[in-house]
């Protein structure tokens, strides 16, 4: 097996999102200070990470087992399917530990100018699982972009002859948020999704 030299080592490090060459080589300063405590054990789990990665045939989640830990967890309400674009997208939904339903992964959205079509997302498996007599709700969790809205009426569409509800995110004001900081975008659509006091 090749030795890595540092320099390649700090190419590869400022290629992740957010690093540059300035900041990879302090991050590459860091591990080799730490280079029993910390850089060894990463290099480990980075490499078994790797091997032992798996899509879930269910929602398209990754995780080392197949089916994935949201879909295992008997704890979940098997009625309200979230769909997301990314797992990243899971993953921040998940955070808030307020979901307790399973999700669906897109891998993406609708994309004219990328080439993306409803056959690249996997927008077949999610009207399948929706078509289960279990499922009474799907959350279109879609991002506020015109890509992510034309994905969640693609889908709302699709979804139509269905006994489903398709519900979307509330869109407009976060909390805390002041009103002279926000986009018109956001404000606009906070005053469409108004509610009674």
Not at 50 to 65: H, Q
Not at 72 to 77: A, L
Not at 127 to 132: L, M, W
Not at 145 to 160: K, M, P, S
Request: glycine share 8%; hydrophobic share 40%; with cysteine.
């Amino acid at each position: 097996m090749a030795v890595c030299g540092i320099d390649d080592l700090v190419k590869l490090i400022s290629r992740l999102p957010g690093l540059g060459p300035r900041s990879a080589r302090r991050v590459v300063l860091f591990l080799i200070k730490r280079r029993e405590s910390l850089m060894v054990p990463l290099a480990s789990s980075l490499r078994s990470t790797a091997e032992g990665i798996k899509t879930c045939t269910i929602c398209s989640n990754i995780d080392v087992l197949d089916p994935c830990y949201v879909c295992r967890e008997t704890r979940r309400d098997v009625s309200i399917i979230c769909v997301v674009e990314d797992i990243a997208d899971l993953w921040a939904l998940e955070r808030t530990s307020s979901y307790r339903g399973l999700y669906h992964v897109l891998g993406g959205t609708l994309s004219a100018l990328d080439g993306v079509g409803p056959e690249d997302l996997s927008i077949s498996g999610l009207v399948n699982r929706a078509s289960s007599a279990e499922v009474k709700e799907v959350i279109l969790a879609t991002s506020a972009t015109v890509d992510g809205q034309t994905t969640a009426h693609y889908i709302a569409e699709r979804l139509n002859n269905s006994d489903v509800k398709v519900s979307g995110l509330a869109h407009g004001v976060p909390v805390g948020g002041e009103l002279d900081y926000l986009d018109d975008g956001t404000i606009s659509a906070a005053l469409k999704a108004r509610r009674v006091i």
